[in-house]
């Protein structure tokens, strides 16, 4: 990746699972795209790692990429595995949990 820190190159093919390792017994994080419009996070969570419930006051689109997750929506809890995504609501509250090793790509719309 080139440029500052959160800015993708354009015109370059990027393979999303590469972009990110797994680290034991924790969640890591690359910021992707960040802008007023919104953010483009690259997530993986070791098995068993979570963000506990919170909430948002944007809408954010989870794409699970690899593994399975359980995320929890205004407390229904829904299995969300590789090439599957769900739509987390502004403002209801939302949990993440890995049910194994996994990778997501994590889209903030602010709009």
């Known amino acids: 990746m080139t440029g500052e820190a959160g800015t993708l190159p354009s015109s370059e093919v990027m393979c999303l699972v590469d972009m990110v390792d797994y680290a034991d017994g924790a969640i890591v994080s ?8 919104g953010t483009v996070t690259l997530f993986s969570f070791d098995k068993g790692q979570a963000l506990s419930e919170h909430s948002a006051p944007f809408d954010a689109l989870v794409h699970v990429l690899d ?3 359980e ?7 829904t299995r969300v595995k590789a090439g ?5 609501p502004a403002n209801v509250p939302h949990a ?4 194994e090793r996994f990778r997501m790509l994590l889209t ?4």
């Open 30 to 37: 690359r910021t992707l795209v960040k802008n007023p419009a």
């Open 67 to 69: 593994g399975e997750a």
């Open 71 to 77: 995320i929890t929506i205004a407390g229904k809890s």
């Open 84 to 88: 599957e995504m769900i739509l987390m």
């Open 96 to 99: 993440v949990k890995a049910a």
């Open 108 to 111: 903030m719309i602010r709009g």
